[in-house]
């Protein structure tokens, strides 16, 4: 939403409520405020959903009527949603746990720590996915195998990689700073063209050890186009 709607909606609580309506402002402060001037409106709320910028601006609208959280005011609140924006409010405390839109959800609340926890599992799962189609290609290099019988039965030392991009980790490049900025990866995201490439630290996150090593094995098959 942009400020002359979040206006309309600031308007539209204080017409409905009787009451003087005030001037909205969006700045980058850590919360809202219905001060004695202004309404404001943080700037992180611009980047969640248009429902929960709607409810953000009907709770502060409210607090022209209400100024503290007592039950008249969440009981005003959760009509207001519901008369003027078909929005449903499910309380966590003062604020909501979810918002919905014909029995449909469009906002839930997590917990920050909640939110990082999840971005990194899913990172986790992610390397160690790509870990196993990387050794598969590693034990498939044949090549060396069929060609140099004297390799058979040693080791080779292969190296897994420290970073990924976030597009192939399956995150987007805010959870990738999300994640750098919560300790997650020891070095600065480096811009790769296509996303940025986080670093992570193997043993930190209990993941496999970068050197890893395989044995070479006689393969007997051939493949289409095979050197020889
Ligand atoms: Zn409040």
């Not at 979040?6 to 700045?27: C, M, P, R, W, Y």
């Not at 850590?30 to 709607?54: A, D, H, M, N």
């Not at 003027?84 to 918002?99: C, G, K, N, Q, V």
Request: aromatic share 12%.
């Amino acid at each position: 939403m942009e400020l002359k709607d979040f206006q309309a909606v600031t308007d539209l609580v204080a017409e409905n409520l009787g009451v003087q309506t005030q001037t909205v402002k969006i700045s980058k402060v850590r919360r809202g405020r219905c001060g004695k001037k202004f309404i404001v409106i943080p700037t992180w709320i611009l980047s969640t959903c248009e429902e929960y910028q709607i409810y953000y601006a009907v709770h502060e609208a409210v607090h022209l009527r209400y100024k503290n959280h007592a039950p008249p005011f969440h009981s005003t609140e959760s009509r207001l949603l519901k008369e003027l924006l078909d929005l449903e409010i499910e309380y966590r405390h003062a604020y909501p746990r979810s918002l919905s839109v014909n029995g449909q959800q469009v906002y839930e609340r997590e917990g920050k720590k909640k939110g990082i926890d999840k971005i990194k599992e899913k990172v986790i799962n992610r390397i160690e996915e790509l870990d196993q189609e990387t050794i598969k290609l590693y034990r498939e290099d044949w090549y060396w195998a069929d060609h140099c019988p004297d390799e058979v039965g040693k080791y080779h030392t292969y190296y897994l990689p420290i970073c990924y991009r976030s597009e192939e980790l399956g995150i987007t490049d805010d959870e990738a700073y999300h994640l750098r900025n919560h300790g997650f990866s020891p070095r600065n995201l480096r811009f790769y063209g296509q996303g940025f490439a986080l670093y992570f630290d193997r043993d930190k996150l209990g993941l496999r050890k970068k050197e890893i090593r395989i044995k070479a094995e006689q393969r007997s098959i051939s493949r289409e186009g095979d050197l020889t």
